[in-house]
T-cell receptor, first 114, second 115 residues
Framework: NAGVMQNPRHLVRRRGQEARLRCSPM?????VYWYRQLPEEGLKFMVY????????ESGMPKERFSAEFPKEGPSILRIQQVVRGDSAAYFC????????????FGSGTRLTVV | AQKVTQAQTEISVVEKEDVTLDCVYE???????LFWYKQPPSGELVFLIR??????QNEISGRYSWNFQKSTSSFNFTITASQVVDSAVYFC????????????FGQGTRLTINP
């Protein structure tokens, strides 16, 4: 009965490298959301996905960021050619379609770009 | 558009004092959910409460209580007899009811309880 699993917990990348963040939703949850928390700030919505579909990507930066939630396997948030400003905590949450059951958050991935 | 405002950036009180964290929201939806989350220094997000806009009853859970006032679009959170372990950042959030929708978070209030 594991909750939302995010890995890695900490990720260090040099400027220009790619960062891949993984999120396995809670069992039975078909919806995944990614949020970004910049240092000393609140959480900002990035993208909402169902299996094989992006439902809402209104919070995703236009360049270098992409997300997927394949039929099999975890959801992936990919950041290409990382820059120092990408350093943040990235949280994943999952929910069933009926959100009256609530959202469950993972522990987050702390990305540091050096 | 939906918006959540937590005007108090930081609050510092002495242990055992009561403290209220304010949350004001904006939405055009007639039905919505409101949430409070706690983020302790370890960084994870801990769910505290979800409130449906239909239900304006106040709620109490141990030392925690929530005051939902639809007329003023507020959903305030009070900790009674605060403890050092309550030190954390607290976030208020809002989402639509229909379908699976994104959470809109406030900026958070950093609460420090001093011994």
């Amino acid at each position: 009965n594991a909750g939302v699993m995010q890995n890695p917990r900490h990720l260090v990348r040099r400027r220009g490298q790619e960062a891949r963040l993984r999120c396995s939703p809670m069992k039975g949850h078909s919806h995944v959301y990614w949020y970004r928390q910049l240092p000393e700030e609140g959480l900002k919505f990035m993208v909402y996905l169902q299996k094989e579909n992006i439902i809402d990507e209104s919070g995703m930066p236009k360049e270098r960021f992409s997300a997927e939630f394949p039929k099999e396997g975890p959801s992936i948030l990919r950041i290409q050619q990382v820059v120092r400003g990408d350093s943040a905590a990235y949280f994943c949450a999952s929910s069933p379609l009926d959100t009256s059951y609530g959202y469950t958050f993972g522990s987050g991935t702390r990305l540091t770009v050096v | 558009a939906q918006k959540v405002t937590q005007a108090q950036t930081e609050i510092s009180v002495v242990e055992k004092e009561d403290v209220t964290l304010d949350c004001v929201y904006e939405t055009r939806d007639t039905t919505y959910y409101l949430f409070w989350y706690k983020q302790p220094p370890s960084g994870e997000l801990v769910f505290l409460i979800r409130r449906n806009s239909f239900d304006e009853q106040n709620e109490i859970s141990g030392r925690y209580s929530w005051n939902f006032q639809k007329s003023t679009s507020s959903f305030n959170f009070t900790i009674t007899a605060s403890q050092v372990v309550d030190s954390a950042v607290y976030f208020c959030a809002l989402t639509r009811v229909q379908g699976a929708q994104k959470l809109v978070f406030g900026q958070g209030t950093r609460l420090t309880i001093n011994p």
